[in-house]
């Protein structure tokens, strides 16, 4: 009877979420949601995924994402209003930037290529005006 409380137990902890979305993340996802839907009416699709976090002037995220030859991506960044510049770079797996088709507004960034080569690429997400902000990354592709 102990051993089956114990595995109880334990598979409800593993269960709980290690760590809740914060109010200024929802507030984030919220606001790239409403850009990436701009994008949906193109015939993009949202995956599943998203990141959040918090990040700091001078002191960038980086995400990595495997991508796709012959797909479109549209990579959407948003931050709470403290963050008064945003921007959206991609790199390849070198590390060498990659052109993109860029949107910003005051909390919002975005970046939009279709690779040439399947693989590994990295995100930077970077707050180059405005205070210590939460940010939600989501991406869509075609």
């Known amino acids: 009877m102990k051993r089956l409380l114990f595995a109880l137990a334990l598979a409800a902890a593993a269960a709980t979420p290690l760590r809740a979305a914060t109010d200024g993340e929802v507030a984030a996802r ?6 990436a ?18 990040f700091e002037p001078a002191k960038p995220a980086l995400i990595q994402v495997n991508l796709y030859a012959g797909n479109q991506y549209w990579f959407t960044l948003g931050a709470t209003e403290v963050a008064k510049k945003i921007a959206v770079t991609v790199f390849d797996e070198t590390g060498q930037p990659v052109a993109t088709e860029p949107y910003a507004d005051t909390a919002v960034a975005a970046a939009g290529f279709a690779p ?23 991406y869509s592709y075609r």
């Not at 210590?132 to 990354?137: D, E, M, R």
């Open 37 to 54: 839907g701009a994008f949906s009416n193109d015939g993009f699709k949202l995956r599943d995924g998203h990141w959040c976090g918090k």
């Open 30 to 35: 919220k606001l790239a949601l409403e850009v």
């Open 116 to 138: 040439k080569n399947s693989g590994p690429y990295y995100i930077r997400l970077e707050l180059t005006k405005g205070a210590a902000s939460a940010f939600c990354l989501i």
